[in-house]
């Protein structure tokens, strides 16, 4: 579905991918696993259309979208929910999701999702015509995930949506990436937190300093050595 | 009841800052820059209604609309021109940029068609109407029915319309709102030409109530309307409103206890204070969070 070949991204003269590939099936959840400033969130603003890579191509289905500009990235279907949730504070929750699905037209189909929205994550109904900004952080991540899926996703990028939460909520965030994942959205998963991404992960790749340094199933990177050390606290 | 009549008078005239203040607050909320070009705008929109009303015979409402719908285009075109390619620039370079534009606008104009003032036509009804004991022109009630009219337009552009909610996400944050599908370039457009047009209905308001328009027109209005925008809160719609109004009334006040020759000074007296007792304004934008 997504195939990321040779891609270098710069800041300015900083360059934060190097020769970065990496693939996507359809109907996987793929987990990139790395450190603080490791370039992750890098990669998800490259495919997501705010970063243009300098070299290199990104192909969904077949296509070349690399540099396109990002509203037609998101109308075909790659939506990103992104690192520190970047809610509307100043706009209802209502009106967050609405947002979400800010390309579509058909009335129905987004009156239907937004009633799935609401049925994952039940908060969200209780205080629609909330501000978004008086939420707490794990009822925001929930606000940015049900905003995504607002906009009909085929694959769903989640930057570190653990960060910053109570493990409780994280177990809860998890549980519905795994139901958002089941009813048919691919996902490709950046986090810091290894051992909850690596728990639902079918496959993972490790990145160090803007480079993939490790890739293979969850299960094989979770019994690695390497990441053991480095991501699962020696464990 | 001189005081009803002065506090209306005050409502109107700080109404026509509102106007203007409205485009101010809306382009910074959305890009930072305080577009100082923006009072050359209410100037052209005076104009531009002047010819409409004698050399086409336009009527006073045609003719707003026409200075509505040519300032906007202006605006857009300023913004495209001029302001685009700096998006990333520093703010010292834009806001350069943006009083370089106003001496453009200014000084074209006056090389096309001289600096001499123009008279405005007549063109509402002026009738003495008694309200409470008050005598009120029919223009001053005219001109407040029109202005609430576009204000109450804006706020439900604003609040109920696709490219209103697009506005005010990408106020927000930018990328966040592209990541939702939103073309911020076209967003900022749109607000630019929203804000002029609101700026040009002014000048035709201006010019029909204070009867004498000329190439810098804009300068003191457009600076004042800054001046609005700040009091209520940079950023801030309904504090856009309600600096213009406080500034209105606060300026005819003072005219007529009989300072009148301290009207303008009163603007940057409130400018000054507000800066040292509240600079964040009345509506100040409460801050976001960065997490
Ligand atoms: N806007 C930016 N300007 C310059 N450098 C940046 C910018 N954003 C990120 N970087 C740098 O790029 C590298 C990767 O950052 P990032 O992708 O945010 O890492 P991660 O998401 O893995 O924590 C870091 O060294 C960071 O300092
Ligand atoms: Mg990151």
Not at chain 1, 114 to 122: G, N, S, Y
Not at chain 1, 133 to 147: D, H, K, N, Y
Not at chain 1, 180 to 206: F, P, W
Not at chain 2, 215 to 222: D, F, N, S, Y
């Amino acid at each position: 579905m997504l195939q990321v070949n040779n891609i270098d991204v710069f800041y300015g003269n900083i360059h934060a991918l190097k020769n970065v590939s990496l693939e996507v099936n359809e109907g996987e959840i793929v987990t990139l696993i790395g450190a603080n400033g490791a370039g992750k969130s890098t990669l998800l603003k490259t495919l997501s259309g705010l970063l243009k890579p300098k070299q290199g191509t990104i192909l969904y289905n077949m296509q070349q979208i690399a540099g396109k500009p990002a509203q037609m990235i998101v109308k075909n279907g790659i939506v990103q929910v992104p690192e520190g949730r970047r809610v509307f504070a100043n706009m209802t929750v209502e009106e967050n999701l609405e947002l979400g699905a800010f390309l579509r037209k058909d009335r129905e189909g987004i009156k239907k999702d937004l009633q799935h929205v609401f049925e994952l994550f039940p908060r969200l109904e209780e205080r629609r015509k909330q501000l978004s900004g008086t939420l707490s952080g794990g009822e925001q991540q929930m606000l940015a995930m049900g905003r995504a899926i607002m906009a009909k996703p085929k694959l769903l990028l989640l930057d570190e949506p653990s960060m910053g939460l109570a493990p409780l909520i994280v177990q809860q965030i998890f549980e519905i990436i795994q139901t958002i994942n089941k009813e048919g959205t691919t996902i490709l998963l950046v986090e810091q937190n290894a051992h909850m991404a690596l728990s639902i992960a079918d496959r993972a790749y490790v990145i160090e300093t803007g480079k993939i340094v490790l890739s293979g199933t969850a299960k094989e990177l979770k019994e690695s050595d390497q990441v053991r050390a480095a991501y699962l606290g020696g464990m | 009841m001189d005081w009803l009549q002065q506090l209306i008078n005050g409502i109107s005239l700080g109404s026509i800052y509102a106007l203007i203040a409205l485009g101010y607050t809306m382009v910074y909320g959305i890009i930072k820059l305080i577009n100082f070009a923006h009072g050359d705008v209410f100037m052209l929109g005076a104009f531009i209604g002047f010819f409409a009303i004698t050399r086409w015979e336009m009527g006073f409402l045609p003719a707003l609309i026409i200075a509505m719908v040519l300032c906007s285009m202006i605006g857009v075109i300023i913004e495209r021109v001029a302001y685009k390619r700096l998006r990333n620039a520093t703010r010292i370079a834009a806001l350069t940029t943006a009083i370089g534009v106003s001496f453009l606008i200014e000084y074209t104009m006056i090389f096309f068609r001289g600096a001499t003032p123009e008279a405005y036509p007549q063109v509402l009804p002026n009738k003495n109407i008694n309200i409470l004991g008050a005598n009120i022109s029919s223009q001053t009630i005219l001109i407040l029915i029109v202005t609430i009219i576009l204000m109450i337009l804006l706020q439900f552009i604003v609040h109920k319309t696709k490219i209103g909610k697009a506005m005010r996400a990408v106020s927000h944050d930018a990328d966040a709102a592209r990541l939702m599908g939103i073309n911020v370039d076209n967003t900022i457009s749109a607000t630019f030409a929203i804000g002029s047009a609101l700026a040009g209905a002014a000048g035709v308001i201006f010019g029909s109530y204070y009867t004498r328009i000329d190439p810098l027109m804009g300068v003191l209005p457009g600076l004042k309307a800054f001046i609005a925008a700040v009091l209520g809160g940079i950023g801030s719609i309904p504090g856009a409103m309600v600096g213009g109004f406080i500034l209105g009334i606060v300026e005819t006040i003072v005219s007529a206890v009989g300072y009148s020759l301290w009207r303008d000074a009163a603007a940057f007296v409130i400018l000054i204070l507000i800066l040292i007792l509240k600079p964040a304004g009345i509506f100040g934008k409460n801050i976001r969070e960065k997490v």
